[in-house]
């Protein structure tokens, strides 16, 4: 929803400068609704890329309560630190965005969830896949009925994951590490986003292969949706084949990258300290993820099964097939999903309206991940009770 020009920009603080917020500053610099007015940031190596942007930068968020008026934060630190300085965040009275997975599990979600409900004040989880322009066309296109019921949605993601610089926590599932966390996050937000937002079982197989890189590195889950639909969300990070073979060698952020210009063949890990791997990390942040792009992003391919036809992403858009014959629906690219991000957080910290991506959908699928954990170490099905 748009807003009068007159209403005063949303003051936000960025929390952690690394990747993902680094992915974020275009859209902020480009959105007349939002003024970024201060970054935390604790490395300060990381601190002196975060001056260049002319705001102030401090070494914790309580540092923060000197910006007057401060509407909410965006918190993009390691997912471990995320709970604490959510409900921190929210006892001072500001809103908050926080990256996904929203925390290391659920019981630190749910207790984000009642903080926010606590302090009258908004939990948003982003930027997740489900903000992509053609997973939205998808949502939009089975909830008008135009293609009947849903009834299967598979979703195949295979990428270098496990062999990126990497810090010791990202690789730990007990710290919400490993693909499964990391990566099932945006899988199964989009698989709820398309059949709906009730999963009644998990089952799956979560894979630990190379014994020089110990984390949960690829996944089989196969979820059980309360209103009929079934679901699969395959991930694999160990830098073997690229979902991009099957997306027309379109990339997760929407560039076109060939076989030849992906920098990822199979490799032998190189041996490196921890502090290599953390230097490679910042060095890779600077560009890792664009501001904006000329297709749509796929994050691995996404097909639907309805019963009158199915669906898939395309790099324009999606491709909607029935028995009637094939259309492609092309989508807008002017908007980046970190954009769309903005666009739910500027309509929920203004009151203006409700956001789906809030502190609940977070935790209901960081609670399906950590199903899916449970079921491969016990190898049963696990039920979600209420
Ligand atoms: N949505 C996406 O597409 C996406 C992409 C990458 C990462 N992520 C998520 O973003 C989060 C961060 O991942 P990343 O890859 O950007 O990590 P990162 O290591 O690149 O960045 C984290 C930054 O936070 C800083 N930091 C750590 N503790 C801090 C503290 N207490 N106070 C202030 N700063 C602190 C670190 O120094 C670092 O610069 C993770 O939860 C991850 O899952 C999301």
Redesign the pocket.
């Given at each position: 929803m748009a807003h009068p020009e007159s209403q005063h920009p949303l003051q936000i603080a960025i929390?952690?400068?690394?990747?993902?917020?680094?992915?974020f500053v275009p859209a902020l610099q480009n959105n007349a609704q939002f003024s970024l007015v201060a970054i935390?940031?604790?490395?300060a190596q990381?601190q002196s890329n975060a001056k260049a942007l002319g705001v102030p930068v401090f070494?914790?968020?309580e540092d923060l309560k000197q910006i007057a008026h401060l509407d909410g934060v965006y918190i993009?630190?390691?997912?471990p630190?995320?709970a604490e300085?959510c409900i921190q965040a929210l006892a001072n009275g500001w809103h908050v965005l926080?990256?996904?997975?929203m925390s290391s599990n659920a019981a630190e979600a749910l207790r984000m969830v009642s903080a926010a409900q606590q302090f009258g004040k908004s939990i948003t989880v982003?930027?997740?896949?489900s903000f992509d322009a053609p997973i939205q066309a998808m949502r939009h296109i089975i909830q008008s009925g135009e293609l009947g019921a849903v009834q299967m949605v598979n979703t195949w993601c295979f990428t270098d994951w496990v062999y990126r610089p990497r810090?010791a926590e990202?690789l730990d599932p007990a710290l919400?590490g490993g693909v499964t966390?990391?990566q099932g996050?945006?899988q199964i937000d989009i698989l709820r986003a398309l059949c709906g937002p009730k999963v009644q079982t998990v089952k799956a197989k979560v894979f630990n292969t190379d014994p020089k890189r110990n984390t949960p590195g690829a996944h089989a889950i196969y979820l059980d949706f309360e209103n009929g639909a079934a679901a699969t969300a395959i991930y694999n990070g160990y830098a073997g084949l690229s979902s991009m073979d099957w997306t027309q060698n379109v990339s997760?952020w929407g560039f076109l990258q060939t076989a030849e210009q992906r920098p990822w063949k199979r490799r032998p890990l190189q041996q490196s300290t921890p502090e290599q791997e953390?230097a490679s990390?910042?060095e890779r942040?600077k560009t890792?993820?664009p501001g904006s792009a000329p297709l749509q992003p796929h994050f691995g391919l996404t097909v639907v099964s309805c019963t009158l036809g199915d669906m898939r992403q395309t790099p324009a858009g999606i491709l909607i097939a029935t028995a009637d014959g094939e259309r492609e629906l092309k989508l807008p690219n002017h908007q980046s999903p970190r954009e769309l991000v903005l666009e739910e957080i500027e309509n929920v910290w203004r009151g203006s309206g409700p956001g789906w991506h809030d502190g609940q959908w977070g935790y209901e699928n960081l609670r399906i991940c950590e199903a899916a954990i449970a079921s491969a170490q016990s190898g049963r099905e696990q039920v979600m009770t209420a």
């Open positions: 929390v952690g400068f690394g990747a993902a917020a680094q992915a935390v940031e604790n490395n990381v070494s914790q968020l993009a630190t390691h997912t630190c995320h300085q926080v990256e996904k997975p982003g930027h997740s896949h810090r990202e919400g966390f990391r996050a945006h997760e953390l990390k910042q942040a890792a993820i």
